[in-house]
């Protein structure tokens, strides 16, 4: 499992490379995944729930919203700059209107996923994924609105990169 995870970070950071046609981007969105992994630790602990192959799965999944929750942010900051803003105004700019796509994402899966994690139905074996995805999600997600944008704006000043203006924005 750890070499499947290691793999599938390596492929999302590959893919969004070429995506961004940028390096720092990508690893800046791929922040996102640490603060996941605390929050995963973090509700398993709370829960005394152990590591298993199931939970693996519910960081694999946590994973991909979290990297998802990244994309929206460091795009749309992207998005504003081409369009002339400011590197701090598109930075909160970006912040605010990505806000209620990445809470409703986010909030809609983790109360989707209460259910399972109490085991109701009768589905007590997959609680661990969903314990998973639940602690990864909240945490990370909360952190994320404040640590991409910060990221984004170190490295931008440190790097002080041109994006092109352009039409297709």
């Known amino acids: 499992m750890s070499l499947a995870f290691g793999l599938a970070i390596l492929l999302v950071y590959v893919v969004m490379a070429s995506q961004f046609q940028s390096l720092l981007d990508p690893f800046i969105i791929m922040f996102t995944v640490p ?10 602990f709370l829960t005394n729930t152990t590591l298993s192959v ?22 749309y900051t992207n ?5 002339g803003l400011e590197l ?5 700019k970006a912040g605010r209107t990505r806000l209620k796509p990445i809470l409703m994402t986010s909030l809609a899966t983790v109360l989707g996923l209460i259910p399972m994690a109490l085991g109701l139905g009768g589905e007590s074996m997959q609680a661990p994924l969903a314990i998973s995805v639940i602690g990864g999600l909240t945490v990370s997600t ?11 704006t170190l490295f931008e ?13």
């Open 79 to 83: 998005r504003l700059r081409k369009r």
């Open 54 to 75: 199931t939970s693996f799965q519910g960081i694999i999944v946590m994973v991909g919203i979290v990297v998802s929750n990244g994309i929206l942010l460091v795009d």
């Open 35 to 44: 603060l996941g992994i605390v929050g995963v630790l973090w509700a398993l």
């Open 88 to 92: 701090e105004e598109a930075v909160v």
């Open 142 to 152: 909360t952190l994320t609105l404040f640590f991409v944008p910060t990221l984004y």
């Open 157 to 169: 000043e440190r790097f002080k990169r041109e994006l092109k203006t352009g039409e297709e924005v």
